[in-house]
C-alpha cells in the first residue's frame, strides 16, 4: 500500500472516499456509477485489514487541465473531510477546487 492516491487514467466525473488505514490517509475513485460503499469494499480487500471511512463524494478531474473539483457528500458515508483532503492531495500537481 505505498500509494496513497490512484487518479483514474481518464479524464471526467467520479465519486471518490477518503479511507484512513494504518494511520494514513488515503482517496480511492470509483465510476460514477458505483457506490461509496464499493469503493470501500476494494480498498479492503487489497489490504484485507480493517480500515476506516472519512467520508466521500464526487470529484471532476480534467487531466489535460489539470484540474480537480471535488464536491459534493457520500449519501451512505456523508460528507468529506476538506482539511484531510487538503493533506492528501497537496503534492498533486494540479489546480485543486473544493467546493
Known sequence: MNETIELPKKSGEYKFLLIEFEGRHYLRFGS?????DQILERFKKE????????GGGR????????HIKFYGESK???PF????L???IKYINYRIEIG
Open 47 to 54: 489490504t484485507k485489514a480493517a480500515v476506516k471511512q472519512c
Open 76 to 78: 451512505i458515508f456523508g
Open 59 to 66: 470529484a471532476l478531474i480534467d487531466h489535460e487541465r489539470k
Open 32 to 36: 460514477i456509477d458505483s457506490y461509496h
Open 81 to 84: 473531510d476538506k482539511n484531510i
Open 86 to 88: 487538503a493533506q492528501v
